[in-house]
């Protein structure tokens, strides 16, 4: 539902973040367009996070990010127009799907912004060490005015300075104050602890590992609070964008002087008025502005004086009778100043019977002829100078007023670019560069080529192909290159995949553990009785922490040459579980082992010599086992 001209005012940045926050909080078809993209956000880091601390290959992890950003934004632009058709559509009741369909009727122009944006802040960042990110901040409404259809995404900058006018200082406030992420991040990583805190104690749980995975020192945790945090003000950042410019709209357009005239107090009669030159000053501003001084108030009238408003023939009739009482001049006297009576608009109706009362309270009641003399002039002047300002100012009501203006072509969805070409100084006889030159080129090779048989109507205002179009076919050539190195990326994995899968069965130790005597913390440095023969001695030193540890290398290094693992320091112990390749009987042994040895090691949970003695006894079958006899013979 489009919003009223009274609330088309400038808004600071405090609050202008406090509407966002607000409209946020009341509408939901925000959160469905931005949730899923950030869920997709922070998987991908994760992914690529995890990717890195392994050693995998960082080509599917970089390139799922990459998708999942461009889904990212468009996301934003179709949250961007949601908002936009909350507060100023006229279309009927905003859906997300509808918005979803028109962030996708633009998908080319989304992309160029998502990689403008990227590109456009690292450069800032890096190049600036991070102090420019928060002066140069009228891009962060890029994926809003991209919906808007004005101009072209290869000049985003240039356009979002243009649209936001006299809001950009807003916008550089309201980007300090998304600082308040830093909090969100802090209090995300309380909540979290606390709720592990109350299962640990209200429901019995043991969750050591959990809380030592979510503390301050675990930079994957880092990352998932950062990424979480990130994908929590997503919803934020697309209504603040579209706010902002309709804060830079009002301005430009001078709603805010409008509404600021509207929410002006109605007038009390009962008090002092100015002199006559202070009511003249004030009806030569009033007449520049083209605004009322009176300005409607009925509703505010009514309900201090419920009598109904005098009609104007009975009004012009009681006002000389106060005139004649008082001596002061009559309709005889002065026919042009009285007939500002009649011109009066029916919303000053309340008012001047109020007025009519209070000079004839002074005049008969008060026998007070000077006072009701003086305030009669007074009030034949600022009546005068309400006629003549509702002469020149239009007689429609603000939020009328206010429809009407961004009901002009300049608002509509796609302007015309006739006018901004015409605008453009015919005198510049500069010759294009080279690149422009490759641009207009390779538009006209492209246009010609995928042109229909039958010949579409000249476009006499577009002598040629424009930028845009130019911007539209080069998209869709690179996510065509995505795609298929997202296919060849795809296939790499599946046929490494299947050689992983035909070289199962074999065996590959080719560890030489002479090289590995050095590396004590390596499982193959030593064979498991040597370890096992450790473990025994640390135990009997009442080192029994070290002594789990030494049997649970160990038991890696007997699975290691059992062929039930293959091991590998870059591996986690939960990785050996899920690829475990050994005896059935063996899985649920191991799987007890590493949990234990994970609590006791990683965990820090406190072990005694009976602690000990129940590892020992676990871990001494699968130590005691033979070999199996393929694996002997190999």
């Not at 002469?391 to 969805?413: H, M």
């Not at 015919?426 to 010949?455: H, M, N, T, Y």
Request: glycine letters at 6%.
């Amino acid at each position: 539902m489009a919003v009223s001209a009274l609330e088309l005012r400038p808004r600071g940045a405090v609050a202008l973040m406090d509407a966002a926050l607000r409209f946020c909080t009341r509408d939901t078809g925000v959160w469905a367009l931005t949730l899923p993209s950030g869920a997709a956000v922070v998987a991908a880091v994760l992914y690529l996070a995890e990717s890195v601390r392994m050693g995998w290959p960082l080509a599917l992890p970089s390139l799922l990010l990459t998708l999942a950003w461009f889904f990212r934004g468009l996301s934003q632009g179709a949250a961007c127009h949601h908002v936009q058709e909350v507060l100023l559509g006229t279309r009927g009741e905003p859906s997300a799907w509808a918005s979803m369909k028109a962030a996708l009727h633009r998908l080319p122009a989304l992309s160029i912004a998502v990689t403008y944006l990227l590109t456009l802040n690292t450069l800032v960042v890096t190049l600036t060490l991070g102090l420019a990110y928060l002066a140069v901040s009228a891009h962060s409404v890029g994926y809003a005015a991209v919906m808007q259809g004005r101009g072209s995404p290869l000049r985003l900058y240039g356009l979002c300075s243009r649209l936001l006018g006299p809001a950009r200082s807003t916008a550089t406030w309201v980007r300090f104050l998304m600082a308040a992420q830093v909090l969100a991040f802090f209090n995300l990583h309380i909540a979290l602890n606390f709720l592990l805190y109350l299962g640990r104690k209200l429901l019995g749980v043991d969750l050591t590992f959990a809380e030592r995975f979510a503390s301050l020192d675990n930079v994957s945790w880092l990352l998932f609070l950062a990424a979480t945090t990130f994908a929590l003000f997503e919803p934020v950042r697309a209504a603040t964008a579209s706010l902002l410019l309709v804060d830079g709209r009002v301005r430009q357009e001078g709603l805010d002087l409008l509404a600021a005239v509207q929410q002006l107090p109605a007038r009390d009669v009962g008090r002092p008025l100015a002199p006559p030159g202070a009511a003249r000053g004030a009806a030569v501003l009033v007449a520049l502005l083209g605004l009322g001084l009176l300005a409607p108030a009925a509703a505010h009238a009514q309900a201090q004086d419920a009598a109904k408003p005098l009609a104007r023939a009975e009004a012009l009739k009681r006002l000389t009778a106060v005139a004649e009482a008082c001596e002061a001049s009559t309709p005889g006297d002065a026919p042009k100043t009285y007939a500002a009576l009649e011109s009066l608009g029916p919303a000053e109706g309340v008012k001047l019977d109020r007025f009519v009362r209070r000079l004839e309270s002074l005049a008969f009641d008060a026998e007070d002829c000077d006072g009701a003399r003086a305030r009669l002039e007074q009030g034949l002047v600022t009546m005068g100078a309400t006629v003549d300002a509702q002469a020149r100012a239009d007689a429609r009501a603000a939020s009328a007023r206010a429809k009407d203006i961004l009901a002009r072509p300049e608002f509509a969805e796609a302007a015309p670019k006739a006018e901004k070409d015409a605008a453009e100084p015919a005198a510049s006889q500069e010759p294009p560069g080279w690149i422009r030159r490759f641009l207009d080129w390779l538009g006209q090779q492209l246009k010609q080529l995928f042109e229909s048989e039958r010949p579409l109507p000249a476009e006499p205002t577009q002598p040629r192909v424009s930028g845009l179009n130019v911007a539209n076919v080069l998209v869709v050539v690179l996510v065509t290159l995505t795609v298929g190195v997202l296919g060849l990326v795809l296939l790499r994995a599946l046929s490494r995949n299947k050689a992983a899968s035909d070289s199962e069965g074999v065996q590959v130790s080719t560890v030489d553990a002479q090289s590995l005597a050095g590396a004590a913390n390596h499982a193959l440095s030593r064979p498991p009785e040597d370890w096992a023969h450790l473990a025994d001695a640390l135990a009997a030193k009442g080192e029994y922490r070290e002594a789990v540890r030494s049997l649970y290398l160990a038991l890696l290094s007997h699975l290691h040459r059992d062929g039930a693992i293959l091991y590998d320091e870059t591996l986690s112990n939960w990785d050996y579980l899920r690829q475990f390749r050994g005896r059935a009987e063996w899985k649920a042994p191991f799987r007890e082992l590493t949990l234990r040895f994970d609590f006791t090691w990683y965990g820090n949970l406190p072990v005694g010599q009976d602690g000990y003695r129940e590892f020992r006894a676990l871990t001494a079958p699968l130590l005691s086992a033979p070999s199996r006899p393929e694996v002997a013979g190999a």
